[in-house]
């Protein structure tokens, strides 16, 4: 079992940034690479990015790509997400995720078995 909490969500003027940050405890967090996905109110979840265990892959939806960097500390059992020139559309709840699989960068949820309980972003314009 992994336990995931996120957190530095809030209210960002367009054009601006945020660092999301997704605490892990439990099983060996370096085991799992991690994802960050990203969910509004009526529209399927939505992959945003994601890491390898190592840290040394990772992948981008095409609409984040250039402005968004997902890292991690394994030392620390964090994975971080770095969102630059935010957009109105990056309004969603923001949800870390863990996979088992340690080299996989996937973007698809149903390979990411653990969930946090996801932290608002709101992008004014």
């Known amino acids: 079992q992994v336990q995931l909490v996120e957190s530095g969500g809030g209210l960002v003027q367009a054009g601006g940034s945020l660092r999301l940050s997704c605490a892990a405890s439990?099983?060996?967090?370096?085991?799992?690479?991690m994802g960050w996905f990203r969910q509004v109110p009526g529209k399927e979840r939505e992959f945003v990015a994601a890491?390898?265990?190592?840290?040394?892959?990772?992948s981008y939806s095409d609409s984040v790509t250039g402005r968004f960097a997902i890292s991690r500390v394994n030392a620390k059992n964090t994975v971080y997400l770095q969102m630059n020139s935010l957009k109105a559309e990056d309004t969603a709840v923001y949800y870390c995720?863990?996979?088992?699989?340690?080299?996989?960068?996937?973007?698809?949820?149903?390979?990411?078995?653990?969930w946090g309980q996801g932290t608002q972003v709101t992008v004014s314009s």
């Open positions: 890491i390898t265990s190592s840290g040394g892959s990772t």
């Open positions: 439990g099983r060996t967090f370096s085991g799992y690479s």
């Open positions: 995720a863990a996979n088992p699989n340690r080299y996989s960068s996937s973007s698809y949820s149903t390979d990411y078995y653990y």
